[in-house]
């Protein structure tokens, strides 16, 4: 892989110009790059040269003439997806085999994988230039307090990660990728795997001496933040940084409380592994969507634009840096949100919020209820997971701090669950206890709540999705 600093650069000082430019200057260089975009997978890749046969001329298409696409279809040929045929997917997923090989480039590409939460994985290539739109525009995009806070926070100690370690995934990944280029943005870092017990993390994070940040999934978070308040975990991180699930604003609150030596507040980067750079975060917490680069689209089931202010069924991803493999009107599956007014900020960047994810909810009957309506929560064990087996069977897992008296635990926790659903008029839904571990998603995130899988998006009107990494 060809890393240059100076390309990167390229991609920081362009970004600066076109955010000065405001609005016109934004939606002149995104339909540029654009068509741009579009011109290159017409002729080097043969998904798309098929796909764009009875479409207009590049020089003048627009975003709204081009279909959406899915992951299942586009990796069902991926071979003829990419716009350089040098990397096929059985050299990529023979390389994934080994463990040894995370954050190892193969030939011009590093390669990771999604966790696969609705079906199969997808296979995501990483070229230099990627890389180079990563770096330099989010250094372009942030605020003068993130600029000035990030370089010294970043140097201060050891940076965390705790995600997924059973896979390619891009949080384990990234940074020895990083190392392997030897791309000059070099730090320290300590990754911890999210499947491993909850008492050998505390351990893990108690024995680091000087923390500058933590990266993990929100889930993980609120295990963390519930044993520094216990007082079994003692940290002072600098930074906190989420990613890869909803971050709700209850759960920033109590982190913020817990942890009072953060110095920048909690920063929620919402991405995925198809484009690591999707939004940023402002200082006033909104989602902004480098719109030179990036298109984000919110869209009704049947892909039409929904009004600002009126909450996504499903949204469509465009990736305007990504020529080696295209993501064009890519369905994300998240449910997005887009204000309607301007953000104090002053950005000229459009901004959204991020619903949380229909996966999530618990359906019995005709009965819809969040996950948020049990308190799984219990001071003698460390992880709480209620899982759906079938429509009214739930079972109780849990990770428990001692061996003490198991069966009062799982009592207390099965007669608070079963009392949720009485009151919502569920009376016959049956919960059993399990001795099995909670269950992790592949790429290592913890759910309180696993409910059943959702039916196939276009039977029922609603769209499923694979949610970011
Ligand atoms: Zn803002």
Redesign the pocket.
């Known amino acids: 892989m060809n890393f240059s600093v100076a390309r990167t650069l390229g991609y920081y000082l362009g970004g600066i110009w076109t955010a000065r430019g405001g609005r016109k200057r934004i939606e002149a260089k995104q339909l540029k790059n654009l068509r741009h975009l579009v011109k290159k997978a017409r002729g080097k890749s043969p998904y798309f040269n098929e796909l764009y046969r009875h479409l207009p001329d590049s020089k003048v298409i627009k975003l709204s003439d081009l279909p959406v696409t899915s992951k299942i279809e586009l990796m069902a040929d991926f071979d003829h997806w990419l716009t350089d045929r040098s990397l096929t997917l059985a050299q990529a997923r023979q390389h994934m085999e080994s463990m040894d090989n995370l954050g190892v480039p193969i030939g011009e590409y590093a390669v990771f994988r999604t966790s696969g939460t609705s079906g199969e994985p997808a296979v995501i290539a990483i070229s230099a230039s990627m890389l180079e739109f990563i770096f330099g525009l989010a250094l372009a995009r942030m605020s003068r307090r993130q600029f000035r806070f990030a370089k010294k926070i970043e140097r201060s100690g050891t940076n965390v990660i705790i995600t997924g370690g059973n896979g390619h995934f891009v949080g384990a990944g990234f940074d020895l990728l990083r190392q392997n280029l030897k791309i000059p943005l070099k730090r320290e870092f300590q990754f911890i795997p999210a499947e491993q017990a909850i008492d050998q993390t505390i351990k893990q994070l108690n024995e680091i001496t000087a923390m500058a940040s933590i990266v993990t999934y929100p889930s993980m978070l609120t295990i963390l933040t519930r044993e520094q308040e216990l007082g079994r975990l003692k940290i002072e991180p600098a930074a906190i940084k989420v990613a890869g699930e909803t971050f709700a604003p209850e759960l920033r609150k109590r982190a913020q409380k817990a942890f009072p030596s953060l110095q920048l507040d909690i920063l929620d980067a919402y991405g995925c592994t198809e484009c690591l750079f999707m939004a940023f975060?402002?200082?006033?917490?909104?989602q902004?969507v480098p719109e030179d680069w990036v298109i984000l689209e919110a869209v009704d089931e049947n892909y039409q634009h929904v009004a600002d202010g009126t909450l996504s069924a499903t949204a469509l991803l465009t990736i305007l840096a990504n020529e080696a493999q295209p993501f064009i009107r890519y369905e994300l599956g998240d449910r997005l949100r887009f204000f309607p007014d301007p953000?104090?900020?002053?950005?000229p960047?459009r901004?959204f919020e991020v619903e949380g994810r229909q996966a999530t909810v618990v359906r019995v009957g005709d009965v819809t209820l969040s996950p948020l309506a049990f308190d799984l929560e219990h001071g003698r064990a460390q992880r709480v997971q209620m899982i759906q087996t079938s429509e009214d069977v739930f079972e109780v897992r849990a990770e428990l701090l001692t061996n003490e008296n198991p069966d009062q635990v799982f009592e207390q926790v099965i007669r608070s669950v079963a009392e949720v659903f009485t009151k919502n008029g569920l009376s016959d839904v049956k919960v059993h206890r399990s001795d099995a571990a909670p269950q992790l998603t592949a790429s290592g995130k913890f759910h309180e709540v696993i409910s059943l899988p959702l039916i196939p998006a276009r039977e029922r009107g609603l769209v499923a999705g694979n949610y970011p990494e």
């Open positions: 975060e402002c200082d006033c917490g909104r902004h953000c104090p900020c002053g950005s960047f901004s």
